[in-house]
């Protein structure tokens, strides 16, 4: 379970001076549900997560994963959390199997347990045929692969995804779009970012429009059309951030 | 403090550095290459050009001398130099190096010498140049035998001794015991080189670690993952600092093996009495004590390396914050092997030229305990409040997601 209240970032630039990135979003993504935040570059999805994966410290506000709070709690947090995002590139010089490894000693696995887990994971994304091979040898789709192992290989209750497809061709994007399925499926918690509205309708639950930090609408697609009397949600996003 | 967090990434970053062939070449290659090149190498050169050099037979240009036809067809005799036409530009010749040097001879000078009269010969010659010192040289010993020559022909014709003109001979003898020479002559290279390898091996896996992984996009990986971040940076630290350490340790092994054979090859070159002269020896526990002396320093390198890097948004960017870093040690670095740079209290507190200094020291056998403690104990005071800072760093948003 993932609960926010009066989420808040401010950044500050010497250039710019103070920046609020996020302005008080409240959400809250229960089990087996997935929470979608859906805005425009810059709109404050990435600092969102950031925050919910506790790489960034909220400012204001507060928020639980998995039951523990981001501030105060933030390894315990990160034990029950996978993210993935475009930006959390491999290592290109270890090798699939190395890459899923480090990151399970990392989250306390011992080595039989990891070995087990990964066998799992390698059997079912079929990635035996590279699981030797550099990362930086594997073709994007087989990278977007390891990067799911490596966020699967503890069994986290709670995923967490920033605009995961951006940048992928199909294929890699259908992969993605399917492992998200899946860890609801399971029961997971799950949260992802796009401003891609096609995927959101496919793949969210429930939907939050934010935009210039703020979260402005929040509601399944059903809510959501029935509320700005609009069926594209293309043109409802529209409709909430400009009025 | 959990030192298996610790560990699991130290031992994934050993990996991933020993796969890097930048960090493999800056720890590995450069360190075992360098001294062997730099001693080895760079003697046999110099041996080369000066060998040349002296089988060479300089052209000399005689000015004058036209009414003293004794001494120039001895000069003409001479085997160790070619005369050539005198000519009145023979200071743009020497400058240009169509003639080694020029010796000007004043007018009446055989009549000066047989009647007794003081005269000045002038020598020309290229201050700096080899070829021309050499060939100064050579005109130097021809006029100082000819000197000697006429001193024994006039004390001859006065039914005289030689020893009247030189009543005792002056010898020297070395009582210092070989390895104190040698630290003597070799004892501000060797820390030197230490120091300046010591920081060389730290610099590209400290890069590689922070900024190449900011570059990468691994960072935000890691930070996602549960080790904390102080596990993370004191994981990536003693990285950076095994690279270090690896560097200077492979650079003192190469040393210890370059200096063997570099002896090796001085004493077969040195005719017998310059052969047993040579009493070139490396005292171990010295060169053991230096890279004593230098741990701290590593220490202070790679976390300051590991500081600097992380502010930087990519590897190029770090590169150009940590390349003028490198004058910054070489300065002190050098100036420990000026003379008259002598080790006290106040120079004690300088990192660098203060280990360089009691380095230096320690080469030649002499232990000043005092100040080794001092130096020690300041290097360790600076090498941890430069990890502090990079601890500290490693907890600040705007440095790890500067954009």
């Given at each position: 379970m993932i609960e926010t209240r009066q989420l808040g970032k401010l950044f500050h630039d010497?250039?710019?001076?103070?920046?609020?990135?996020?302005?008080?979003v409240t959400f809250r993504c229960e089990p087996g549900r997935i929470y979608g935040l859906l805005?425009?570059?810059?709109?404050g999805k990435t600092t969102t997560l950031r925050m919910l994966a506790t790489i960034l410290e909220p400012t204001e506000g507060s928020a639980t994963v998995a039951g523990f709070?981001?501030?105060?709690q933030a390894e315990e947090v990160r034990r029950h959390v996978g993210f993935l995002s475009?930006?959390?590139?491999?290592?290109?010089?270890?090798?699939a199997e190395e890459v899923v490894r480090y990151f399970g000693q990392l989250h306390g696995m011992d080595d039989s347990a990891i070995s087990q887990r990964m066998d799992a994971i390698f059997a079912r994304l079929e990635m035996n045929e590279f699981r030797d091979r550099r990362c930086d040898k594997l073709s994007t789709g087989m990278k977007q692969k390891v990067s799911i192992a490596r966020t699967l290989i503890h069994d986290p209750s709670v995923m967490i995804f920033d605009?995961?497809?951006?940048?992928?061709?199909v294929m890699a994007a259908r992969t993605i779009i399917g492992f998200i399925r899946e860890c609801r499926d399971q029961g997971k918690t799950v949260v992802f970012s796009t401003h891609v509205m096609s995927e959101a309708e496919k793949l969210c639950d429930i939907i939050g429009i934010i935009d210039k930090g703020r979260l402005l609408a929040e509601g399944s697609l059903d809510e959501l059309r029935s509320r700005y009397r609009q069926t594209d949600l293309e043109e409802i996003f529209v409709q909430v951030v400009e009025s | 403090m959990s030192l298996r967090n610790i560990g699991v990434v130290y031992r994934k970053e050993l990996k991933d550095s020993l796969r890097d062939r930048r960090t493999v070449i800056s720890m590995i290659v450069v360190p075992i290459l360098v001294m062997p090149l730099l001693t080895i190498g760079m003697g046999a050169l110099m041996a080369d050009i000066i060998g040349k050099a002296k089988q060479q037979v300089p052209r000399v240009m005689v000015l004058?001398?036209?009414?003293?036809?004794q001494v120039t067809s001895q000069l003409a005799a001479a085997k160790d130099i070619e005369i050539v036409p005198a000519r009145p530009d023979y200071a743009d010749e020497i400058s240009n190096k169509q003639i080694r040097a020029a010796v000007e001879i004043p007018p009446g000078f055989d009549a000066a010498v047989q009647s007794g009269q003081q005269v000045t010969v002038k020598i020309y010659d290229y201050e700096g140049d080899l070829n021309s010192e050499l060939a100064a040289k050579n005109l130097h010993k021809f006029f100082g035998d000819y000197s000697d020559a006429t001193v024994r022909k006039r004390l001859e014709s006065r039914n005289l001794?030689?020893?009247?003109?030189?009543?005792f001979d002056i010898t020297e003898q070395n009582v210092a015991a070989p390895e104190k020479v040698t630290g003597a002559i070799i004892g501000g290279f060797v820390p030197y080189i230490v120091i300046l390898l010591c920081m060389m091996g730290a610099m590209y896996p400290a890069i590689d670690l922070t900024a190449g992984e900011k570059e990468r996009g691994t960072m935000e990986t890691i930070l996602?993952?549960?080790?904390s971040r102080l596990h993370l940076v004191i994981g990536k630290f003693l990285m950076v600092l095994t690279a270090s350490l690896a560097s200077a340790a492979l650079a003192v092994t190469s040393m210890g093996v370059s200096f063997g054979i570099g002896k090796h090859m001085l004493m077969s070159m040195a005719s017998g009495s310059d052969a047993n002269a040579l009493q070139l020896t490396v005292n171990f526990k010295s060169v053991l004590a230096v890279f004593g002396m230098v741990l701290p320093l590593a220490v202070l390198f790679s976390a300051a390396l590991l500081a600097i890097s992380l502010h930087a948004k990519s590897y190029k960017e770090a590169q150009s914050y940590i390349s003028p870093l490198t004058i910054v040690v070489i300065l002190p670095a050098v100036a420990s092997v000026l003379p008259g740079v002598e080790m006290n209290a106040h120079l004690a507190l300088i990192p660098i030229l203060s280990t360089s200094l009691i380095s230096k020291e320690i080469m030649t056998g002499t232990y000043h305990w005092k100040y080794i403690a001092l130096i020690f104990a300041s290097s360790c005071v600076y090498a941890a409040a430069a990890l502090g800072i990079a601890v500290k760093l490693f907890q600040r948003e705007d440095v790890l997601f500067r954009t």
């Open positions: 010497k250039k710019r001076g103070e920046i609020r990135a996020v302005d008080g805005g425009a570059n810059g709109a709070d981001v501030a105060t475009t930006a959390t590139a491999l290592y290109a010089r270890l090798t605009e995961p497809t951006l940048g992928l061709d | 004058g001398g036209g009414d003293s036809p001794p030689d020893s009247l003109i030189t009543p996602s993952s549960p080790v």
